[in-house]
């Protein structure tokens, strides 16, 4: 059964320090390692897919990465607009599109 | 704009009553699926939709129901057999193929409560 982790389930960061979330996973065949950003009320709002072990993906602050075991989600100088609950997800080989979430970690970015 | 509408936004519940959420989406996806999200955990597929006129159960189907009549609408029903269904529910979908491996799309959402 595929699985996903994520660490920490909180982070608090003042403006302008950098830090990443970590989302480990265990899966049969990675077809692909999504993230995502939601907002309070709001649906899951895509942010990245990630397909193989040494790629890396790049959206202003944001920066995902990915090796065989874990993705981090880098986010660089964060501003107060960066706060939400970041969503990992993983899609393996089953016979349809079956994709895992885990369940995320809270950012909160202080002024 | 293209996109995946919900509605709506907040529904209630009373007991022994069905309710129905609606889905509708304009990004000419083939496939559609419905989750539950809770406080503390991961998004929960209930029904997913591959094709119109077909649709699978996911890992918590029990006490809802679908339908796929039209590609651009899958609503769901949550049916008075469900004992526990407040929650946030999300519509996604995604374009499909034989090794498809694009990202799900999602809606903004319905919360449903209990009266």
């Known amino acids: 059964e595929d699985q996903v982790t994520q660490s920490p389930e909180a982070l608090r960061l003042q403006e302008g320090e950098s830090s990443s979330l970590n989302c480990s996973y265990t899966v049969s065949g990675l077809r692909g390692l999504f993230w995502y950003r939601q907002d309070p009320g709001k649906g899951p709002e895509f942010l990245f897919t990630?397909?193989?072990a040494g790629e890396e993906k790049e959206k202003e602050r944001l920066k995902a990465t990915l090796t065989k075991k874990e993705s981090f989600l880098h986010i660089t100088a964060p501003k107060p607009e960066d706060s939400a609950t970041y969503l990992c997800a993983v899609q393996g080989g089953g016979g349809y599109q079956k994709v895992t979430f885990g369940t995320g970690t809270k950012l909160q970015v202080i002024p | 704009d293209g996109g995946i509408t919900q509605s709506p936004k907040y529904l209630f519940r009373k007991e022994g009553q069905n309710v129905t959420l609606s889905c509708e989406q304009n990004?000419?996806?083939?496939?559609m699926y419905w989750y539950r999200q809770d406080p503390g955990q991961g998004l929960r597929l209930i029904y997913y939709s591959q094709i119109v006129n077909d649709f699978q159960k996911g890992d918590i189907a029990e006490g809802y129901s679908v339908s796929r009549e039209k590609k651009e609408s899958f609503p769901l029903t949550v049916t008075s057999a469900q004992k526990n269904p407040t929650a946030f529910y999300l519509c996604a979908s995604s374009f499909q193929g034989a090794d498809s491996n694009q990202p799900q799309h999602f809606g903004d959402g319905t919360r449903l409560s209990i009266l």
């Open positions: 990630l397909y193989s």
């Open positions: 990004l000419n996806h083939d496939a």
